[in-house]
């Protein structure tokens, strides 16, 4: 329930998936990207849910592999989740590379940029029944995930906006 203290490569990996795209992200922001003043308190629980996810999925080893069980549902669950992750930044990359391509839906999933690995996070957690994990992916998805629909519901409401003109 606590978790055992041993590095996990399975979290390193996750983070890796996690971190790469991001990192070339930053690099090629979408050509009409202007944020808005960021929510505080979303700010603030995004922060903290990163930190405590990135802490969380290296120091402990039980989200390393294992015998198949039950839980291991979990684990491939979330992997799958990830694969869609980068599936999603694979589309952005060889898209238009909007804000409207960024924050498109996937399949129903709204900001699949922050809900799918958000969620994949969480499930890890779950697999590796790691209480620290698991609120720090509620944490962050409380942040992460809204600021990126509030930044998305913006962005709707230019585009009606215009329109309208």
């Known amino acids: ?73 979990f684990l491939i669950l979330s992997f799958l989740l990830m694969i869609l992750y980068e599936i999603v930044w694979i589309r952005y990359f060889c898209g238009d590379r909007t804000t409207a391509s960024f924050y498109r839906p996937l399949w129903g999933i709204p900001v699949p940029l922050a809900s799918l690995p958000v969620a ?9 029944r790691v209480i620290w994990l698991t609120a720090a992916s509620v944490i962050l998805g409380i942040g992460h995930i809204g600021i990126h629909l509030q930044h998305a519901r913006s962005g709707s409401l230019l585009k009606h906006r215009r329109k309208g003109k």
């Open 120 to 128: 994949a996070f969480l499930l890890l957690g779950i697999y590796g």
């Open 1 to 73: 329930m606590w978790g055992h203290f041993g590095f996990s490569y399975i979290g390193l990996i996750y983070l890796l998936l996690l971190f790469i795209p991001n990192g070339l992200w930053s690099r090629n922001k979408p050509i009409d990207y202007h944020p808005e003043d960021e929510n505080r308190v979303l700010a603030l629980l995004e922060k903290v849910g990163q930190v405590g996810c990135t802490c969380a999925a290296l120091i402990f080893r039980d989200y390393n592999l294992r015998p198949f069980s039950p839980w291991s549902l």
